[in-house]
């Protein structure tokens, strides 16, 4: 692994169920249960796994700010909102071909989708 890269994030839940198939829905994460017996996710290229964990608080400001890219914002907010997340903002261009929006996850999470296309 190269020096530097991030390798693995704990996401705030209220219930992992929930949000381990909101993650799988939505981004098309895989879910797996680890040796501990936690349940855990690798995102759809395998480079970056993590797993959620309860008793901590939900970011629901922003701060460290993650952003998931996307094929399409408008079908990941449909996705989004099906799954029990909330638009925090609409989406956004930043440039021709680049926008983004934000949305807050079950657990009331903050996080950015990102289309680059």
Known sequence: MPDGKICYVEIPAKDIEESAQFYATVFGWSVRLRGDGARAFDDTTG????TWVLGRTPQAGPGLLIYIMVDSIEATVAKITAG???VASPKTAISPGESF?????????LLGIYDGR
Do not use: C, K
């Open 47 to 50: 480079a970056v796994s993590g």
């Open 84 to 86: 029990g997340g909330r």
């Open 101 to 109: 929006a934000t949305f807050l996850d079950p657990a009331g999470n």
